[in-house]
């Protein structure tokens, strides 16, 4: 069955770092773009990061130079490395692949939940 499975989240100061990981279960996971979103309560889920196939790289505005976006093919897995985090990074971040031409081809994980503490 195709999935994602979100981990490493959990609770941080201000100014701490956390690596997410995206571990997929997908037929040809290397043909996908990978995607990171997090929703924070109250509020839309908004894109975080995005990674090419290719390696391509593009963040929000609110996170570059801060956020990491990365992959590894032979693992199948996505990940997010986070450093200086700050409050309002608090979210259930969730991790998306997507297929760049069939655009029915997308699946999401669960979630993983980060908390960032003053």
């Known amino acids: 069955q195709d999935e994602l499975v979100e981990s490493g989240g959990g609770l941080v100061q201000a100014g701490g770092s956390l690596r997410l990981s995206c571990a997929a279960s997908?037929?040809?996971?290397?043909?996908?773009?990978m995607e990171w979103y997090r929703q924070a309560p109250g509020k839309e889920r908004e894109l975080v990061a995005t990674?090419?196939?290719?390696?391509?790289?593009n963040y929000a505005d609110s996170v570059k130079g801060r956020f990491t976006i990365s992959r590894d093919n032979s693992k199948t897995t996505a990940y997010l490395e986070m450093n200086s985090l700050k409050p309002e990074d608090t979210a259930i971040y969730y991790c998306?692949?997507?297929?760049?031409?069939?655009?029915?081809?997308?699946?999401w994980g669960q979630g993983t939940q980060v908390t960032v503490s003053p």
């Open positions: 998306k692949a997507q297929h760049p031409v069939s655009a029915r081809k997308r699946y």
């Open positions: 997908i037929y040809n996971f290397g043909d996908y773009r």
């Open positions: 990674i090419s196939k290719l390696g391509a790289k």
